[in-house]
Nanobody, 129 residues
Framework: QVQLVESGGGLVQAGGSLRLSCAAS????????MGWFRQAPGKEREFVAT????????YYADSVKGRFTISRDNAKNTVYLQMNSLKPEDTAVYYC??????????????????????WGQGTQVTVSS
């Protein structure tokens, strides 16, 4: 069982930056990839980014590529999402998720939210214009 707790959300002006954190309880296995998703009001939850256990492999949604960076510190059991050049359309609740059973060490998570096994409670990010 893995419990995930997000933090770091808030209100920021367009062009600003935020860093989200996701702390995992227990030790995630090498076959666990982590991901970030977001959900804006009235919209479906969408994929943002994913990272392998080793941190060597990442993948981003086109809408955030070049602006967001996902990283992890396994010693701290924490995954981060550094968000730069924020836009009003980035406003959403951001969720951290864990997908088990990927290729050990190097496997990344899916872009499909239904394949993730554990979810955090979410943290609100609001970008004002």
């Amino acid at each position: 069982q893995v419990q995930l707790v997000e933090s770091g959300g808030g209100l920021v002006q367009a062009g600003g930056s935020l860093r989200l954190s996701c702390a995992a309880s227990g030790r995630t296995r090498v076959s666990t990839a982590m991901g970030w998703f977001r959900q804006a009001p009235g919209k479906e939850r969408e994929f943002v980014a994913t990272i392998s256990w080793s941190g060597s492999n990442t993948y981003y949604a086109d809408s955030v590529k070049g602006r967001f960076t996902i990283s992890r510190d396994n010693a701290k059991n924490t995954v981060y999402l550094q968000m730069n050049s924020l836009k009003p359309e980035d406003t959403a609740v951001y969720y951290c998720a864990a997908q088990t059973g990927v290729v050990p060490g190097v496997g990344i998570g899916s872009t499909r939210r239904t394949l993730y096994d554990y979810w955090g409670q979410g943290t609100q990010v609001t970008v004002s214009s």
